[in-house]
């Protein structure tokens, strides 16, 4: 039974990300206006991030929080008006016209650390794949090393030694 749930939950998690692959066609260079990024698809592969974070154990208790709150942010404004904020794009453009966008609390930083964070766990998790026996440890080290660390400071990386629950996770 227990399977199950865990095989139901990977498949939710792949068809949330091709779902969002499909829908989300932005390249660098693009032209914004023409652009699309569905704002609750979105959302809802974060969401299924905490629920790997979870798995992994209380050690990603700070990223957890932190990825919870930048959710939180798009949510709140999301519903403020559904229409228009179906589109994180419009998000963005909102922002960027207040002069808000790099303000510490705007819903701009919070897309940007959710696509960061959704780099680390796609990094992570494919290391696990490619060697489903490595240290649960190291796996987060080196994918946070090459995702998140450069944008970290040294208070973030010395939390992140604390990590090595990877029994629970794998379990």
Partial sequence: M???????????????????SMLA?????DNLDAAHIPTKPFLHVCTLILQVLDKIGPTMAVLRQ???????RL?????????KYSNLIEILKKEDSEGNARKGASCSRAFLWLTRSIDFMVAL???????TGQ?????????YNIT??????????????????EAKFLA
């Fill in 2 to 20: 227990k399977r199950k749930r865990e095989m139901e939950k990977r498949s939710e998690l792949r068809s949330a990300i091709e779902e969002l």
């Fill in 25 to 29: 066609k932005v390249q660098p260079g």
């Fill in 66 to 72: 932190d990825i919870h709150q930048n959710i939180q």
């Fill in 75 to 83: 949510e709140i404004l999301c519903e403020s008006d559904p229409t």
């Fill in 125 to 131: 998790l494919q290391r696990l794949v490619k060697d």
């Fill in 135 to 143: 240290n649960m440890e190291l796996a987060v080290e080196e994918s």
């Fill in 148 to 165: 998140l660390k450069p944008w970290h400071g040294w208070i973030s990386s010395a939390a992140l030694k604390m990590t090595g629950s």
